[in-house]
């Protein structure tokens, strides 16, 4: 590279001399012999010395970048791929087996249809991420050439009895086989020895890790394999709580029977997650009377049906047993056991869905008057004129801070629920211990927020959290959990739900308003 780019800067130091000249005839043509002119007096071509010097010098610096730089890093990956074990793309493997002698396991992984298979010792889908592991470790995987000859003592290295074997077929048919021996070197290495080859190689650790493999590491782990593209409902039942259904409506999800807006990000999250979700373990090959008694599957514990164009899927899942979860489908005929933290994944409540934001939802630009009540005494009545805010009545020695003012609205809007009470009236609410209200010019109502008495939540173990009133919150929950929460509700839903303490402390704070600027007098 500096050569070629020394060549240019010359070029274009020759070119700018010849653009510069008056005479025609620069050191540059005297160089080459003749002048412009008298090629041309002479029937020659007026071709510039100057551009016949710069074709000479960028064949010169294509010379130079071809055998200085472009050979020779190709030189270099011929070397570097002559060290690799198997000397093959990953594209051109179609089938790969892995033979732990020591345990007597053989599996066998074969690519039909561009879908890599499991077909031995189980027959059934091979995980991607998994296969693609072991196919990088293949045709990555370097060796070192120890000895050669016919003469080499085999037992020396442990591979008069190979305690691993790797075959590799590619899409023609070719194998190439590798045995690996029972001594390592000093580096965990393993020696080897290659179909074809006479000599002893030396291989990294990875390769044996391969051997050692089990046939669940490289077993197709999600749930769902099928894709749920176009569902068009999904039902959840569990046992002690109420069922629902997610269906559409003008191309929008809406919890059935229940009026209240769905988080339409909140469900395309749980859909997405659903296809992601993978099991720990497969336990069982058959979902057979006995084997689902056997995992506790004969009386589920929860049922997920989801419709799609195809047809139906359906997950179960039945009780803990020994602290285990175990599910089946009706897609795949196995009995798999799931961690509880993917449980959860699947076990959702209707409340999940539900937009948690709905209930301090306003138009903003409505917002004329604001009143704020609360049990700390504050009382503040506030009225809009253009785009300044006012006190209605005076308060001595203070004045809004505006901008404080605009913040309070956006505060309500970023309210959320924490959990849905329904009907149950919270402590402190009939009457309110503490209001704020928006309203029009004209004293209509754009929302009313009230809120009650201070609570903490506390959970342990697998149960349901609750308040200080035995009022359910949620879903059930395995770690302990605390919260300081308000119970709190607005006019625009007919319910009562928690919010955050830090969320409701932030609106009644005392800091709209701030000290009037004295006058030169009052400073005096």
């Known amino acids: 590279y500096n050569t070629y780019f020394d060549a240019l800067t010359i070029l274009d130091f020759l070119v700018r001399r010849d653009s510069a000249s008056t005479s025609g005839t ?62 093959i793309e990953k ?28 077909v031995q010792p189980k027959q059934d889908l091979a995980d991607d991420t998994a296969v693609n592991s072991v196919l990088s470790t293949l045709t990555l995987e370097k060796c070192e050439k120890v000895v050669e000859g016919k003469e080499v003592d085999l037992k020396e290295f442990g591979l008069e009895s190979p305690i691993g074997e790797v075959k590799v077929v590619s899409v023609k048919g070719a194998a190439i086989e590798l045995k690996l021996g029972s001594i390592k070197s000093f580096d965990g290495s393993y020696y ?50 109420k069922s629902f259904t997610l269906g559409q409506s003008d191309k929008r999800w809406v919890l059935q029977g229940d009026q209240f807006p769905v988080d339409e990000e909140a469900v395309e999250s749980y859909l997405e997650g659903l296809e992601r979700i993978q099991v720990s373990e497969f336990v069982a090959d058959t979902n057979s009377k006995q084997e689902r008694a056997r995992f506790l599957l004969g ?34 005929p196995f009995i798999m056991e799931i961690s509880k933290d993917r449980l959860a994944d699947i076990n959702k409540m209707s409340d999940d869905f539900r937009d948690k934001k709905h ?71 009939k009457p309110p211990r503490n209001r704020l209200a928006l309203s029009t010019e004209d004293g209509l109502s754009v929302l009313e927020l009230m809120w ?17 009133h035995g009022h359910a919150l949620g879903s059930p929950s395995d770690n302990e959990h605390s919260a300081e929460l308000f119970y709190v509700r607005t006019n625009k839903v ?31």
């Open 26 to 87: 620069l050191w540059v043509r005297r160089f080459f012999l003749v002048s412009k002119e008298k090629r041309v007096k002479k029937g020659g071509s007026p071709f510039s010395s100057t551009a016949l010097f710069a074709v000479l010098i960028l064949i010169f610096a294509g010379g130079v970048y071809y055998f200085e730089y472009y050979k020779y890093n190709q030189d270099q990956k011929k070397t570097e791929d002559a060290k690799k074990i198997f000397q």
């Open 91 to 118: 594209s051109d493997i179609s089938e790969v087996e892995l033979v732990d002698v020591e345990t007597k396991s053989k599996i066998v992984l074969k690519k039909e249809s561009e879908l890599w298979q499991l």
């Open 192 to 241: 080897a020895l290659m179909s074809g080859s006479q000599a002893v190689w030396l291989v990294g650790p990875s390769v044996m890790d391969l051997v050692k493999k089990t046939p669940s590491q490289l077993r197709d782990k999600r749930v769902f394999r099928q894709s749920l593209e176009g569902l068009t409902s999904v039902e959840l039942w569990q046992k002690g709580t």
């Open 299 to 332: 009386e589920p514990t929860s049922k997920l049906v989801i419709k799609t164009p195809g047809g139906e899927v359906i997950l179960e899942v039945g009780r803990a047993k020994e602290g285990k979860f175990y599910l089946t489908t009706n897609q795949n």
């Open 359 to 429: 209930p301090f939802t306003f138009a903003d630009d409505k917002v004329r008057k604001i009143e704020l009540h609360t049990q700390q005494g504050l009382s503040l009545n506030l009225v809009k004129a253009g785009a300044q805010w006012n006190l209605a009545s005076p308060v001595e020695g203070k004045e809004l801070d505006q901008p404080k003012v605009e913040s309070l609205l956006g505060k309500i809007k970023e309210l959320k629920v924490e959990h849905f009470l329904g009907k149950k009236n919270g402590s402190g609410l």
């Open 452 to 468: 009650g008495e201070k609570f903490k939540e506390e959970t342990k173990g697998r149960g349901k959290m609750a308040d200080a």
């Open 494 to 524: 007919d319910e009562t739900f928690t919010v955050l303490e830090s969320s409701i402390n932030s609106l009644s704070s005392g800091d709209l308003l701030k000290d009037k600027p004295k006058s030169e007098a009052e400073k005096k």
